[in-house]
């Protein structure tokens, strides 16, 4: 997944470049470079944060069970 990525700001990187100001090549860069790719890699992440964030709390309940009971959680 991130190769493409990588491939995608280096396309744009190049298309920006070709502007005719700086001003344009900075927007064009952003506008269809960084902030669309940004959106995409943080929608396509969601599933794994989700995960992690669940695997987490899983383990603080585990934790605070075992302290309940006596055990230590090494």
């Known amino acids: 997944m991130y190769i493409v990525a990588i491939a995608w700001i ?11 100001t700086v001003f344009r090549g900075v927007v064009t ?5 960084l ?9 396509v992440g969601t ?12 383990h603080e309940a585990q934790g605070t069970a075992g302290s309940r009971s006596g055990e230590q959680q090494d």
């Open 10 to 20: 280096y396309v744009m990187l190049l298309v920006s470049v070709m502007q005719p």
């Open 29 to 33: 860069f952003v506008g269809a470079g």
């Open 35 to 43: 902030g669309p790719l940004a959106l995409l890699l943080w929608l």
């Open 47 to 58: 599933p794994r944060r989700r995960r992690e964030q669940a695997r987490r709390q899983q």
